[in-house]
C-alpha cells in the first residue's frame, strides 16, 4: 500500500474493521445522547440534518466522536485516513498512489478508494433497530404459541432443516445457539471489539487487544482457535451470521479451522 510501489491492492480488512468499528461505536455513543436528556431527544429524522437544527451540545458530541474515529483510523487503519467533511459526514481514504485492483464484475467497476459515512444515519438507524429487534431465547420460545413447533421451524430453516416437526428436533438445533434468557441489559458492555473475517488480519497481531475489550463481536465463520489466537484473540461473545453461514453453526461454536 505505500506510494512506492507501482501496483497495490488496498487493503480491504483496515476499512471493513474501520467501518464495523464505526458502527459499533455508535451504539455506544447513543446512550450519551439519551443519558440524561430525558426531556429532548435529537431529532436525526430529516433527510438532511442541518447544522442549526442541533444545539452546542450536540454538536460537541458528533465532533468529539468523530475525532476519535479520526484518531482510530490514523494509529490503526494501516494507512487509511479519516476526512470530516461536516458534523454529520466524514470520508475514510486510502494513502494517495494506491491503485485499484479489484474489479467488481458484476457492476463492472473497480474497488473504490474513499468510502463516505454519516454518522447521523448510524445513529438513526441504531435508534430505530434497537427498539424492534427481538432476542430470540428459549424462554421466548416457551411462552409463545406453538413457539417450538412453528415459530421456531421459521427460525431454523437456515439451519438445514426445512420444517421442525417436533420439539426435541429443534431443541437440537436451537439449544446450542439460543441463551435461556435474554442476555442484554441496558450498557452491560463499557468496551468492544467488532472482528472481520479478511486475511489482511494476519498481517496484524491484535489477538490480546481484543481478547481485553468487555464483548467481542466476530462476522459470520471465522474461525477462532490456538492457530489464529494471536490475530484475532479467542473470546468469543457474539456472532453476526448471514443464512449460509447459519448451517455451519455447530462448526462455528465450536471453533472450526
Not at 6 to 27: E, G, N
Request: aromatic share 10%; hydrophobic share 40%; proline share 4%.
Amino acid at each position: 500500500m505505500r506510494s512506492q510501489h507501482s501496483h497495490k491492492k488496498p487493503a480491504l480488512l483496515p476499512l471493513v474493521c474501520a467501518a464495523a468499528f464505526f458502527s459499533f461505536l455508535v451504539f455506544g455513543i447513543q446512550s450519551s445522547f439519551f443519558a440524561g436528556h430525558s426531556n429532548r431527544r435529537l431529532d436525526l429524522s430529516n433527510e438532511q440534518v442541518r447544522l442549526s437544527d442541533l444545539d452546542i451540545q450536540d454538536v460537541g458530541i458528533l465532533s468529539e466522536f468523530q475525532t476519535s474515529i479520526q484518531q482510530c483510523v490514523a494509529n490503526r487503519g494501516l494507512g487509511l485516513t479519516a476526512h470530516i467533511i461536516d458534523h454529520c459526514k466524514l470520508v475514510l481514504k486510502f494513502p494517495p498512489g494506491t491503485n485499484s485492483t479489484w474489479y467488481n464484475e458484476q457492476f463492472k467497476v473497480y474497488e473504490p478508494l474513499e468510502y463516505t459515512y454519516d454518522v447521523c444515519d448510524a445513529i438513526l438507524l441504531w435508534e430505530q433497530y434497537r427498539n424492534m429487534t427481538t432476542v430470540l431465547t428459549r424462554e421466548y420460545l416457551d411462552v409463545r404459541p406453538d413457539g417450538w413447533l412453528d415459530y421456531a421451524a421459521k427460525r431454523i430453516a437456515q439451519l438445514g432443516a426445512d420444517k421442525c416437526y417436533n420439539r426435541t428436533l429443534c431443541e437440537e438445533h436451537l439449544n446450542l445457539i439460543l441463551p435461556a434468557k435474554p442476555p442484554f441489559h441496558p450498557r452491560q458492555f463499557q468496551t468492544c471489539a467488532v472482528v472481520g473475517n479478511s486475511g489482511d488480519l494476519l498481517k496484524t497481531r491484535f489477538g490480546k487487544e481484543i481478547d481485553s475489550h468487555d464483548a467481542v463481536i466476530r462476522d459470520n465463520e471465522a474461525p477462532v482457535n490456538e492457530k489464529y489466537a494471536k490475530y484475532v484473540g479467542l473470546k468469543r461473545d457474539f456472532r453476526l451470521v448471514v443464512r449460509g453461514a447459519a448451517r455451519n453453526m455447530v462448526k462455528i461454536l465450536n471453533g472450526s479451522g
